[in-house]
């Protein structure tokens, strides 16, 4: 005899057990946590490691790493110390690729969530914008917004956000044109849900994990673009940033290449341990994807 | 018959499932005998292992997470297990052919028809290219295909349905295999279709000599074709024997509920509803789907899907709208519920237009008139939980969310859902577990009138059975309207007090069920009443007790 139609299954785990548990099983992805979280921990201990100013002398100029206890890493031409430069770096690209994101992907999901849901000619405008947009090369786009709006690192960080919305935009149109003729749309319209609220709590959630991995991407871009920006010494000189140390360390590259080089790995590390991360979490949100 | 020695002898085969399902074997001790010119049903629920026992026998299980763990399987009396890989390519398509449930799948889109026939005949013979040709078109003749010169220079895309699964037929059958698996093959066509085709199949069977293993999940379909019936429940054999003992006779309780749960062609009583108020009303609904062209290529015909229909709906009753695929069933429940728009006419509930309404207006009237869905999964969002996807309706319109959420936990208990059900999401439940919930949610908002569309077709038997006698019970308790879409004809004469007999478009014929059930009218009623699979057979009734 069949078990009765209304037995219930067992009980699953909590989603986020179900989460960390599919996430485990990509090593690489745990690497890229654990760089992440180290990254974390040398903005958040800047201020133990070196109280004072980063920007201030703090010993002979071009001393060599390993050489002062009290400049472990070196200092600069300037004589500024080029550890306590990297943590509090470490602040600088973080805030520009949290906060950046944010915007591109705000800027992305609405943009792309209108042009998708409601397709016709509100997809045809905004799609003709975020195609013009895109033809602009980004970079270049930047530079034009940094020359207009000036260098300070709030007016850099919302550059950036706006010349990275576009990809994010595109992606979230095609996830609301595919989920929008979905039934379950259909049962929410039919209970006499408003628009505004299919949008936002039926369909993006469902839109949502494809554009978190995306935004791995787009953090890593970030901390790249500003990186570049300072190099070009278009960067907030009142700030350490990796991007200004790379920069300045360029004009004695040949006598002292740790200036440039240092700050350069802390870069590569933090843009591979967004990547890691965010192919991680590709494979614990859309399990589906992968074959086991 | 048994003169001759059996084409396919299956003896306590096992196939085994990966570690971490729901039990370790896919099927288990399973005997089945196939003698030539004898066509067997293996009939079980989905989830049963019936068609892993087509794969066991093609040798084409993904392995190695699902393999055969024991047992045999002789075919002509060779062991098929014991076969290496080249030597079964040889087998499969030229002695032992399958036919598949979706011919739009199974075949290449790519390729034209003739193609794809042509390329069995290039590589199981040494035919020349004309000779192949005549093969192709002999075949294609033999299926009935209208026009068979054409039918073999056409895409796949260009021919119907049911031609196409004729195409598979005739590929399967053009190396003459002894024998032919047919996995569930009318499962994704219409009735008057899957009537011709079970046709075709015995026909050339019985003109080829070959066994036929055939299954399918529809009692019906076994009652029109088969000659011998094993039924598979969890992947045991509880039943076996010639197709009128099981059907009849059944022995096993399972065999017993399965076939008590198959609709019966009787309709309900007449009940004294066409004096009861009108409380939806259709006068007039066209619908025109305008395929839109591009830029460079011209512009394609529109489509008319619904032509000036009308209906009215009374207080207590339940409507069905019958038809096939095409004959705008569906979107008469949309344009009703105003989930598309319609081109002209009115849809009218307590003297106001529906379709008139201001998207405010809309939106208060949407609680009086409430949807279930064919596909319970799509329907539900599954980022939402159970206890919210059924409260959201009342919160919407205003109720407070803690009172809404207190109610939808009753609600579950009237669908004869646990309350536990409440703070899971929708992939934790079962097919008609999901409709109960869909169900609910319907109920929530207390409407007057709820549209059904094809609610119970993607369930099992048993479930549909459940799930239908739950819908009448609310139906007759809460004195709902129910407009109910569906194709299938026995679910309908189970539900519904009076139909609508859709075809294109256009209501060819509407009156009480039982009338339309004993005098159809209409020609297109009668070709549909007469294509019911297994209508000469009444399913026998049970006791409670004795199932």
Redesign the interface.
């Known amino acids: ?2 078990s009765l ?2 037995d ?2 067992p ?2 785990p909590p989603r986020l057990v179900v989460f960390w548990r599919r996430y485990r099983r990509n090593r690489a992805a745990l690497l890229g946590l654990a760089i992440f979280v180290l990254v974390v921990l040398m903005a958040l201990t800047a201020g133990i490691v070196d109280p004072d100013d980063p920007l201030r002398r703090a010993g002979v100029p071009l001393t060599p790493p390993f050489t002062d206890w009290s400049t472990p890493l070196g200092t600069d031409q300037l004589g500024r110390d080029v550890l306590s430069g990297v943590f509090y770096g470490a602040r600088i690209s973080l805030l520009i690729g949290v906060v950046a994101t944010l915007v591109a992907i705000a800027i992305g999901v609405v943009i792309g969530a209108l042009a998708g849901y409601f397709g016709g000619w509100v997809d045809d405008v905004l799609m003709r914008v975020t195609e013009a947009f895109q033809t602009i090369p980004n970079f270049v786009l930047l530079l034009t917004l940094v020359a207009i709006l000036g260098s300070k690192i709030e007016w850099i960080t919302l550059a950036i956000g706006i010349v990275s919305w576009t990809a994010p935009a595109r992606m979230v149109r095609a996830e609301f044109m595919s989920l929008r003729g ?3 749309v ?9 628009n505004t ?1 299919i949008i936002f709590k ?1 369909i993006l ?2 839109a949502l994990p494809p554009i978190v991995v995306y935004a791995s991407v787009i953090m890593a871009l970030s901390i790249l673009l500003e990186s570049a920006l300072a190099f070009l010494a278009l960067g907030d000189p009142n700030y350490a940033s990796w991007g200004n140390m790379i920069g300045q360390g360029r004009a004695v590259l040949r006598s002292a290449p740790y200036c440039a080089v240092i700050p350069g790995i802390a870069i590569v590390l933090t843009v591979l341990s967004f990547s890691l991360l965010g192919e991680g979490l590709n494979d614990a949100l859309n399990p589906r994807q992968k074959k086991q | 018959m048994t003169d001759t020695p059996p084409i396919l002898q299956i003896r306590d085969l096992k196939i085994a499932l990966p570690k971490g399902a729901d039990r370790p074997f896919a099927l288990e001790g399973l005997d089945l005998t196939i003698n030539p010119g004898e066509i067997v049903c293996l009939v079980g629920e989905s989830g049963s292992g019936k068609s892993l026992c087509a794969g066991a026998i093609m040798r084409l299980l993904p392995e190695p997470h699902v393999h055969v763990a024991g047992g045999a399987i002789r075919f002509m009396g060779d062991e098929l297990l014991a076969k290496t890989e080249t030597e079964m390519r040889g087998i499969r398509g030229e002695d032992i052919a399958m036919i598949f449930q979706e011919p739009m799948t199974a075949l290449n889109p790519q390729k034209t028809v003739g193609w794809q026939l042509d390329e069995v005949l290039r590589l199981h013979t040494k035919m020349n290219k004309a000779e192949r040709k005549a093969r192709a078109i002999e075949m294609l003749t033999r299926v009935h295909i209208p026009d068979p010169a054409s039918a073999y220079n056409a895409y796949p895309h260009q021919i119907s349905g049911g031609q196409r699964q004729r195409v598979m037929i005739a590929q399967a059958l053009s190396l003459s295999p002894k024998l032919i698996i047919a996995d569930e093959p009318t499962t994704a066509l219409d009735v008057t279709t899957q009537l011709q085709i079970l046709k075709l199949i015995r026909e050339l069977q019985e003109q080829e000599g070959a066994g036929v293993l055939f299954i399918t999940h529809d009692f019906g379909v076994v009652a029109e074709i088969a000659d011998k019936v094993a039924v598979l429940c969890r992947g045991e054999m509880v039943e076996q024997g010639p197709a009128k003992e099981v059907l009849n006779n059944p022995q096993h309780a399972y065999t017993r509920a399965l076939i008590g749960a198959v609709p019966a062609l009787t309709p309900p009583p007449v009940k004294p509803v066409t004096k009861a108020p009108v409380v939806l009303k259709g006068t007039g609904l066209k619908k025109t789907f305008a395929a839109r062209g591009g830029l460079l290529s011209g512009k394609r015909k529109a489509v008319t899907a619904v032509k000036d229909l009308t209906f009215q709906l009374h207080q207590g009753e339940t409507l069905g709208v019958v038809g096939e695929s095409g004959s705008g069933k569906t979107t008469v429940s949309r344009i009703v519920t105003r989930l598309l728009e319609c081109d002209a006419g009115k849809v009218e509930m307590d003297g106001k237009d529906l379709l008139a309404c201001s998207p405010a207006e809309l939106r208060a009237m949407r609680k009086h008139i409430q949807m279930v869905f064919q596909d319970p999964m799509a329907s539900l969002n599954p980022r939402k939980r159970v206890v919210d996807l059924i409260a959201q309706g009342p919160i919407v319109h205003g109720v407070d969310p803690d009172k809404a959420r207190a109610d939808a936990r009753r609600l579950l208990e009237l669908v004869e859902l646990s309350p536990a059900a409440a703070n899971r999401f929708p992939h934790e439940f079962s097919g008609g577990q999901r409709q109960r919930i869909g169900i609910a949610r319907a109920l929530a908002l207390e409407p007057k009138v709820i549209v059904a569309d094809e609610p119970v077709s993607a369930l099992d038997v048993s479930v549909q059975a459940q799930v239908l006698k739950l819908l009448a019970d609310l139906r007759d308790r809460l004195n709902l309207s129910l407009l109910f879409v569906t194709h299938d004809l026995r679910v309908a004469a189970q539900l519904c007090d009076r139909i609508i007999v859709m075809q294109k478009g256009e209501i060819v014929e509407h009156g009480l069920t039982a009338e339309i059930f004993a005098s159809p009218q209409h020609p297109y009623t009668r070709n549909l009443l007469s294509s019911i699979p297994g209508r000469d057979w009444t399913p026998p009734s049970f006791r409670p007790d004795a199932a």
């Open positions: 005899m069949t139609d209304t219930l299954s009980a699953e979905r039934e379950f259909d049962a929410a319209r039919n209970l006499g849900v408003s609220a039926e959630p469902n």
